[in-house]
């Protein structure tokens, strides 16, 4: 068991709380006056994970932390059911950690396995955003309040400019009826450990929904981490959107010129380099998590893991 003085796991904390808080309290305050950001509210509605239990720090399964009467005052979600607390230390009980929760740790290490294992694909441009809107009428566009950048006919002839080849389900299966058949491919739920690579902005931002669906298990300064990426991922994702958000402080990132398109591929390449590290660490998260379980099999088993309970597994958290 590794120990965390308290001088240490403060600074964590204190580093989390820079991370995360002023966006998770900004959420808040909007959704109590019914008000909308149509960049940043995504981090809080796609991903659903509470902005209040984002905000709590916790330690990582197999991290015991020095703590006094006073810390566990007040840091009161540290004294749940899922902690044990002894002489001084505290630490989660991994004996609460379930059968369930270790087959979707498997599941989890098996995207990030071969995500890692396959080259990334750079060439979408972020055309998925183009995509949602794509023949819509300006009552179905979903950021309402905010003009698009191009006239109806003049989007449209820019999407079917570009080959689209979206490999992200989540993002594909937003697609407007009359875009769908523009794809490439074909991403389906099932065929995302198949599909997903570590050039897509949205597979990178999902790594922060996939730590967070096994929190407290792997600990906030991954989930934390996570969270930030997301974020500079969504902002991407919006400024090469074809919605016109200057009234925000977002300035266009114009895919529909080959410099916006340099440039979109330039910063999508340096978050997916960002991504890298982080999917690393919760794939060894997750294959020691997954390890918790006596009911399920090893690690070194993993490449070896039954398709359909796998997947069986994954619409079950999804759904959750």
């Known amino acids: 068991m590794i120990i965390w003085g308290r001088e240490q796991w403060r600074a964590r904390m204190q580093a989390h709380a820079a991370r995360v808080d002023a966006l998770a309290d900004a959420f808040v305050d909007r959704r109590s006056r019914g008000a909308k950001h149509p960049v940043h509210d995504f981090l809080f509605t796609y991903y659903s994970f509470a902005p209040s239990r984002l905000k709590q720090w916790v330690p990582p399964a197999g991290v015991s932390l020095e703590v006094t009467s006073a810390d566990l005052e007040a840091?009161?979600?540290?004294?749940?059911?899922?902690?044990?607390?002894a002489s001084g230390l505290l630490h989660l009980d991994t004996?609460?950690?379930?059968?369930?929760?270790?087959?979707?740790?498997?599941?989890?290490?098996?995207?990030?396995?071969?995500?890692l294992g396959r080259a990334g694909r750079f060439s979408c441009y972020g055309l998925h955003e183009w995509a949602m809107v794509y023949r819509q009428s300006a009552e179905e566009v979903r950021h309402q309040g905010y003009e698009l950048r191009l006239p109806p006919d003049e989007l449209a002839a820019f999407v079917q400019s570009l080959p689209v080849?979206?490999?992200?389900?989540?993002?594909y299966r937003f697609f407007t009826p009359a875009a769908r058949p523009l794809n490439?491919?074909?991403?389906?739920?099932?065929?995302?450990?198949?599909?997903?690579?570590?050039a897509c902005l949205h597979a990178n931002m999902d790594l922060y929904k996939w730590s967070s669906k096994l929190w407290p298990w792997t600990g906030s300064d991954l989930i934390g981490e996570c969270f930030a990426l997301a974020m500079r991922g969504r902002d991407l994702d919006m400024?090469?959107?074809?919605?016109?958000?200057?009234a925000l402080g977002y300035e266009a990132l114009k895919i529909e010129t080959p410099e916006g398109r340099a440039q979109y591929e330039r910063e999508q390449r340096a978050l997916?380099?960002?991504?890298?590290?982080?999917?690393?660490?919760?794939?060894?998260?997750?294959?020691?998590?997954?390890?918790?379980?006596?009911?399920h099999a090893p690690p070194h088993l993993l490449a070896q893991a039954d398709e359909g309970a796998l997947r069986?597994?994954?619409r079950a958290a999804l759904e959750s």
Request: charged share 20%; proline share 6%; glycine share 4%.
């Open 75 to 85: 840091c009161p979600w540290l004294q749940s059911g899922r902690f044990m607390h």
């Open 95 to 115: 004996c609460r950690f379930t059968p369930r929760e270790a087959d979707f740790a498997s599941w989890v290490a098996t995207l990030c396995t071969r995500i």
């Open 165 to 171: 080849c979206c490999s992200h389900y989540d993002a």
């Open 184 to 198: 490439v491919l074909n991403p389906t739920l099932d065929t995302r450990p198949d599909m997903e690579q570590g």
């Open 239 to 246: 400024r090469a959107s074809p919605y016109d958000l200057a």
């Open 272 to 295: 997916a380099q960002q991504a890298v590290e982080l999917r690393r660490r919760l794939q060894s998260a997750c294959l020691t998590l997954s390890g918790l379980s006596v009911s």
């Open 312 to 314: 069986q597994v994954q």
